[in-house]
């Protein structure tokens, strides 16, 4: 009876376990400073045009260096990270985001409120490449597809977390405070970061196996587990990463290359940071007041969160490529029918209404798609050796696709016109689904060695991944 209860105790609460999650919080709140810091210029915006009378050119900058930055900070994202290790890369990033938040609060002028978006762009850069590789480092295999999964889901509680605080401020009109109430998450998340651990695989990178071995005895339940995972590691790291020789020297990789480019690139082009940065904008068209616009964008930033969850639940059911058609589908009619209301004129409150139900439509359809799972594809499909300079192209494109869409937006809307902006997105989202078809393996249940080996003998992309 002891031995029983003793037994259903563990099975409850496993220390070890319990200690990664813990420590995997931590590391994860990387990406709820980006979600923070999408979301609070959504709601800034207006009051920041306002206060510098800003024109739109002007505006979309202050939208858009936080991508330039996030570009330059993928970039050397790698570099930091290698050299100073996950752990201290991520305090960087985070003291970088809060000197960024705290700038743009007390900004002087325009020009100084862009360079400090900039800075926080560094920042999300940094992390966005740094956290899911820190987390993928120190969780089990049994727990590494959440873990790293865990870093999208709090970009989507930041990102309502800022709608929510942006819409509690917009009352009294004032912006800076909401830049600066963002700092404070990244000041928990530097004392969150003290505790955490350096990463194993980094630490036995550079030569540092004793200290490798404590820290995996300290998160593993046994110690033969945190002996094999560690012979596991230096066997690994026995591939040599030659990215940019292998991309210079070999076709099938630079497909691979190609292809999580074109991804990140459907992601953006997709629409959904046009929704993420410019909702208020998007319903002032729809003659809804501040407040409603501010509460409206909250309820979509709370729906892209829970929609999160769906594409994480069906994603090793229903397979890549089912979930990426209905997405586009999805936020093609979303934007379809958008574009038409607006054609017509919306001057009723039904219509009103039927407008915010299509955006929270359209971002439900993205975060349960191609907003988690175009990271998830560009990591299956490039090879060993290539990996991390494959990730890091993939990064790079996402961020600059990114800044293309918020540096056009709102000069797309005063040029095309609400509609035709809106159907030029719908457009994108159905060639998408041809391209999906055409181009993008299903890697549901194939192993990274089988796709790496069908790339590798030049099979067609979209068949890498059968069997």
């Known amino acids: 009876m002891e031995n029983g209860e003793s037994d259903e105790t563990t099975s409850l609460f496993d220390p070890a376990r319990f200690k990664i999650l813990a420590l995997g919080l931590i590391a994860a709140l990387g990406g709820l400073l980006s979600g923070l810091d999408v979301g609070v210029i959504s709601g800034a915006l ?4 306002r206060t510098y009378h800003a024109s739109t050119v002007a505006l979309e900058w202050v939208v858009s260096a936080m991508m330039a930055g996030a570009a330059l900070g993928s970039i050397s994202a790698g570099w930091l990270s ?15 985001f809060a000197i960024g938040a705290l700038g743009c609060a007390l900004s002087w002028s325009l020009g100084s409120l862009i360079c400090f978006r900039a800075v926080m762009g560094l920042a999300i850069g940094l992390a966005a490449f740094t956290a899911p590789l820190y987390l993928s480092e120190i969780a089990t295999e049994e727990t590494r597809g959440a873990m790293v999964s865990m870093y999208q889901l709090m970009v989507t509680i930041g990102i309502f977390l800022a709608f929510l605080s ?57 110690p033969q587990e945190a002996a094999q995972e560690a012979k596991s590691i230096r066997a690994q790291l026995k591939t040599r990463q030659e990215g940019w020789k292998l991309f210079r020297t070999n076709p099938n990789f630079r497909r691979s290359i190609v292809l999580g480019m074109l991804l990140q690139i459907m992601q953006q082009l997709a629409g959904i940071n046009i929704v993420m940065y410019y909702a208020p904008e998007i319903l002032q068209q729809a003659h809804f007041d501040t407040q409603g616009q501010m509460w409206c964008t909250a309820l979509i930033g709370l729906v892209n969160m829970l929609a999160t969850f769906v594409a994480l639940g069906l994603v090793d059911r229903l397979g890549r490529k089912p979930i990426l058609y209905m997405g586009f589908a999805v936020m093609a009619v979303g934007m379809g029918l958008l574009g038409w209301l607006l054609h017509g004129g919306m001057h009723t409150e039904a ?43 993939s990064t790079f494109t996402n961020w600059t696709a990114n800044l293309v869409v918020g540096l056009t937006f709102l000069s797309l809307m005063q040029k095309l016109g609400a509609a035709d902006t809106f159907w030029l997105f719908a457009s994108l989202n159905a060639l998408f689904m041809v391209l999906t078809y055409l181009f993008v393996p299903e890697t549901k249940g194939v192993s990274l060695a089988k796709l790496q080996n069908r790339l590798m003998r030049g099979v067609r992309l979209r068949d890498i991944g059968r069997t």
């Open 46 to 49: 207006t009051f920041i045009g």
């Open 82 to 96: 290698y050299h100073l290790g996950r752990k201290r890369a991520l305090f960087l990033g985070a003291a970088t």
């Open 166 to 222: 942006d819409t509690l401020l917009s009352y009294s009109g004032n912006w800076r405070w909401m830049f600066g109430v963002v700092a404070i998450p990244a000041i928990l998340f530097l004392i969150g970061l003290i505790f955490l651990p350096h990463s194993p695989r980094w630490l036995m990178m550079r030569g540092r196996y004793k200290e490798a071995r404590a820290i995996l005895l300290d998160l593993r339940e046994t």
């Open 351 to 393: 219509s009103q209404m039927a407008a915010v139900f299509l955006l929270v439509v359209f971002s439900a359809g993205f975060a349960m798609s191609v907003g988690p799972l175009a990271w998830l594809l560009c990591s299956e499909i490039q090879p060993a050796a290539g990996r991390d300079f494959g990730v890091a192209v």
